[in-house]
């Protein structure tokens, strides 16, 4: 009984101990796996550099002192909004619907880890594996690609919140889709086409200007259309924020989309997340 | 507190559609008791048990789990129990240490990690990652992970499945050892033997039913346990059960004078005494729906009949 109290008593701050012990055990076990590393955590810069190297004849348009923005510029803020989707919502949903079918799920129930702690532990390694990520890409276009970074500090500032909104929204939408498939084995079928119709609709491959008004429109309503036009308005001159829907970076529309979506997803998991299916 | 039962069942009742995978079961386990429900598979031994570990919500009957209604079992009471699931298929990306390290910081007052390891034999393979190692290593792991939290009540969901004799035999020292601290046990297995190394008292469970529940040496009643005297001579093999085997061979040596051959006497052992249990249960199950659907076309006849007479 006495030990019984003990745990009721440290409450939140044990919720929080066992949180940071799961983002060290998470990060680990992320980085073990060969295959996600690759396809996730590796995935944008293989892309950036694909794209880089295929489009370098290409002309993306001008600077307004007239220097040329070559194709690396163009991506790199379109690669790190898709950096977000992949290690927050496709890895993270994929993820926990193979430990719900794995039994691992099943195993941590029976364990007083609070659920808090373990949606702790799966949000920091997002955070933590989506900071490595962004960095490796920012780095390999500067140095590999040649792309001129941002000197103005409020760029990075701009940069800062929009990852870190952005890095939340999509990890806490990965913990609520990964209800949607039935099993692991079906997990990557279930999200994968999710995840790539919403790259081609919000314009990270394509240039979203060129898409029809209605398809723009509808792009809107998803979080990743946003990120990457926040992730724009950091790396891509100013002028080119003519390019986008109302001829505004629009950093405001930003903030309210993504926090909706962050309050949904956090809804969403409340409801729907638990550690075994009962009585399926 | 100490005089109520760590585990209490009554009138317990799983129903998944039409089926009843758990009819009427009631039983206690007691402080400090290893209690080993047994029965065939699909009898509803799987369902009971994660009733009491709460992963399961029961259609109807009452459940006590530690004081707790293991429906409505928050942390803290996770935190006394320890359960060793029937399966277990996790990808294993960490090392036997840092699994059993990291779930050691679940618990209020664990055990210490190097002790356990070498509780269950895995001292050489601390440092191999989980899914590098054979099955039942893995299963040793399972168990491992089912002690760390040093529980007041332990849940063994077929725990030695896939070990090998002397794994098994190591097994049987690790809970005679968390039988000697106090542990409760609640234990489910195919091997009678092991029933009867381990457990206190034993449930048989069939349909849903529990059958039979005692002692472990009163279990099926004294009738199932008298026993059995065989030998071979010219006219065959014979046999003849008595309570009075010695009257028996004393008899068969003096009256014919010859040694017989193959003599053994033998007292029916747990498994003997629980296949019985089953096949009579079978034998009544069958009959009883062999009388219903008598019954049945009996009174369809007498329908016909009445038609026809109309």
Known sequence: MTAAAATQKLGLRRTLRLGASRITYEVKTYFRQGDSVFFTFLFPLILLTVFSVAFSKGSFGTTADGAKVAAADFYLPAMLAVGLLLSGLQNMSIDIATEKSDGTLKRLGGSPLPVLSYFIGKIGQVIATGILQSALLIIVAALAFGVSLPTEPVKWLTFAWVFLLGVSTCAVLGIALSALPRSGKTATAVIIPITLILQFISGVFIN??????????????????????????VFLPDSFKALEMGGAWNLGGVAIVTAIWLVVGLVACCLTFRWIRKDS | MTTSPHVSVRDLRKQYGDFAAVDGVSFDIHAGETFALLGPNGAGKSSTIEILEGYRDRTSGEATVLGVDPQRGGIAWKARLGI????????????????????????????????????????????????????????????????????????????????????????WELIRGLKAEGTTILLTTH????????????????GGKLIDIGAIDEIGGADARIPVVRWTDQNGAHEERTTEPASVVARLLSTTGIEPTALEVRRPSLEDVYLELVAAHTERQKSTAEKSTAEKSMAEKSMEELERSL
Do not use: C
Request: aromatic fraction near 10%; proline fraction near 5%; glycine fraction near 8%.
């Open chain 2, 84 to 171: 060793v699931l029937q399966s277990s298929g996790e990808s294993g990306n960490v090392t036997v240490r840092e699994q059993l390290a990291h779930f050691a910081g679940f618990y209020p007052n664990p055990r210490d990690v190097d002790e356990v390891i070498a509780a269950v034999g895995l001292t050489e393979k601390a440092r191999v990652r989980i899914r590098s190692l054979s099955g039942g290593q893995q299963r040793r792991v399972d168990v491992a992970l089912g002690v760390i939290g040093r529980p007041e009540l332990l849940f063994l969901d077929e725990p030695t499945t896939g070990f090998d004799p002397e794994a098994r035999r190591d097994f």
């Open chain 1, 208 to 233: 979203f200007s060129q898409l029809p008004d209605w398809l723009q429109n509808f792009a809107s309503i998803f979080p990743l259309k946003w990120l990457a036009q926040g992730m724009r308005s």
């Open chain 2, 191 to 206: 091997y009678l033997d092991e029933a009867a190394q381990l457990s206190d008292r034993a449930g048989v469970i069939a």
